[in-house]
């Protein structure tokens, strides 16, 4: 079965500065694609970025990159120059396709503050 | 605007009284989801829906209904609910299995507090 660890439950990063939140994966699947979500205090789930497993390139979108390591099944969270609009919750997720099934499989996520 | 609606966004109610929460997209997607997220477990899912009356169970059923009468609509029901359903919501939305891209729209949650 697939499955998502974020072993950090969480972190505090300075602003203005370079945080990496991790997450490692497990899967069978030779396709497959890993999503970060963020959930600011307010609950709404917002997607950042996406990463297939065929992606030549690691994803990324204005501040956020994906560091990607296929062989070491890992695809951690790079965000730049923290803000403290950044202090949320991080969820990594695998997107789990049978023939009968589609869904995101979720880490149990880490709580990133931002401080002054 | 493209968006998932889940009403409503606060609940509280007692044990035993049915409830409904509803969601709706404006993008025509096909998919459909439900999941509940609970401390310490990420989001789980409780039903899905791969086009209009075509429903099946996630991983966490036990103790709700969906129905897919229409492509927009994927209600949640409550027949009688527990406390241990006191959880955060969130409904979801996809355009096919096959794009993978952006993955999912999820509406805005709804908090649920059953006493």
């Known amino acids: 079965a697939q499955k998502i660890t974020q072993t950090q439950p969480g972190m505090f990063v300075q602003e203005k500065e370079a945080v990496t939140l991790d997450c490692t994966y497990d899967t069978s699947d030779q396709s497959y694609g890993l999503f970060w979500y963020k959930q600011p205090s307010s609950g709404e789930m917002i997607f950042l970025i996406y990463?297939?497993?065929?992606?030549?390139q690691n994803a990324t979108e204005g501040r956020y990159s994906l560091n990607f390591q296929k062989a070491r099944k890992s695809a951690n969270l790079v965000i730049s120059a923290s803000q403290l609009g950044d202090s949320a919750m991080y969820f990594c997720a695998m997107r789990e396709r049978t023939y009968n099934t589609d869904k995101l499989i979720f880490g149990t996520g880490t709580r990133l503050q931002v401080f002054p | 605007e493209a968006q998932v609606t889940q009403n409503p966004r606060y609940l509280i109610t007692v044990t035993g009284k049915k409830l409904t929460v509803t969601c709706s997209q404006n993008?025509?997607?096909?998919?459909m989801s439900w999941y509940r997220q609970d401390p310490g477990l990420g989001l789980r899912q409780i039903y899905y829906s791969m086009n209009v009356e075509v429903t099946d169970k996630g991983d966490v059923p036990e103790g709700y209904k969906v129905s897919r009468k229409e492509k927009r609509n994927f209600p949640l029901i409550l027949e009688s609910p527990s406390p241990n359903q006191t959880s955060l919501y969130f409904c979801a939305s996809s355009l096919s299995l096959g794009n993978p891209i952006r993955g999912y729209t999820f509406g805005s949650g709804t908090r649920l507090t059953v006493v």
């Open positions: 990463q297939g497993s065929y992606d030549e």
């Open positions: 993008m025509n997607h096909e998919y």
